[in-house]
Each structure stands twice: as structure tokens, then as C-alpha cells.
């Protein structure tokens, strides 16, 4: 229905934003990647899927088309709902997603909190050959991830220093992508500082 809202934002959490388009405010749901690509900005245009029910209407954003479309993905896959799909692309990027699907790597995808094993496979099933098809270059393998609890760890400690857990997760996800063999939580604490201090 809506295929996208350009306005100005007058309220912002890492959950949602309230986006005023011709003197209406919209609440628009939106995944955390979304809130780091709007950072700092007054003005958006965030890219819309609506989903209606019997007692609500739910309009999700994203800041771009892909996001939104591998949200529609998820979304389509039985056991997946709206809220689960916006955790998923919280916790990854499009890339890392797709990359877990195409290379079956269920694991990786139930890192995140409220993906089961089975869901997880559901999820694999469901969209390898699609997201194949439209991606057919994408790399299989992800590099090995930190393990979840030394980066639940360094977060904790990072955010005990008085960071903002947005700017450490910015950080550690940083991090994690330039030096995924980083296994130790003094390591990544130290790494995740320097790059705070940019």
C-alpha cells in the first residue's frame, strides 16, 4: 500500500521513529540497522511494508529497498513473524543473512534471540534457492563470528564504562567484520575502545 515515507523525523528510539509527512505523524517500526543509517538526520525517506491484521495496522521502514525486501523474505517464512524478522536484521546485515541462508548455516542464524534450530532451518529451507537466484555471487561461508557470550561480555563492560550500547554495538559489529578471530573479550574490548575513540 505504501511503497515508501519521506518526512521529517520527529522521535527516535532504536525501535521505532515517528516520521511526520504532511502534518501526520506515522509510527514506523524499524530494525536497528535503520536507526544507525538515520542517524543524525532530520529528514528521511524510509522504504514501507504494512501489515494488517484483524486489531492493528503495523508499518515497518527501512533505509533501503534491499532491507526492506529481505524483510518481506523473512516475514514469508512459516514460523516468522514481523517482530522476529526486524530482531533478525537487528543482529545482521543484509549480507550476513543472506550469506548464513545460502551456506546453510543455521547456526549463525540462531545467534539470534528467538531462532530455534527448527526455525532457524525453516528459514533455510524456505529462501536458499530464492536468495540464490537473486544473488547467485554472494559468498557461502561467513568467517568465524565471536562467540556470543565474549561479545555479550564486552558489551556489558563497554557500557559499564559509561558507552551508549547503540555506539558499542556499532563498535563491536565493527570489529567483528575487519577481525572475526578475535576470541578473547580483553582483545575485543580493546579494539571495539579504538574504534569508540574515532
Known sequence: MYAYLKGEI??????????????????????????????GQERATVYTHLIVKEDSHTLFGFATQVERSMFVNLIGVTGVGATTAQLILSSMTVDEIRAA??????????????????????????????????????????????????????????MALGFNRIAVQKALNAVMREQPNVSKVEDLIKLALKSLAN
Open 10 to 39: 520527529t522521535f527516535r528510539s532504536p525501535a521505532f521513529i515517528t516520521l511526520e509527512v504532511n502534518g501526520i505523524g506515522f509510527h514506523v517500526n524499524i530494525p536497528l540497522s535503520t536507526y544507525t543509517a538515520l542517524q
Open 101 to 158: 541462508i545460502i551456506g546453510e548455516q543455521a547456526h549463525v542464524l540462531q545467534r539470534v534471540k528467538g531462532i530455534g534450530a527448527k526455525t532457524a532451518k525453516q528459514v533455510i529451507l524456505d529462501l536458499k534457492s530464492k536468495l540464490s537466484k537473486e544473488a547467485p555471487d554472494v559468498p557461502t561461508l561467513l568467517p568465524n563470528m565471536v562467540d556470543d557470550s565474549v561479545r555479550e561480555e564486552a558489551l556489558s563492560a563497554l
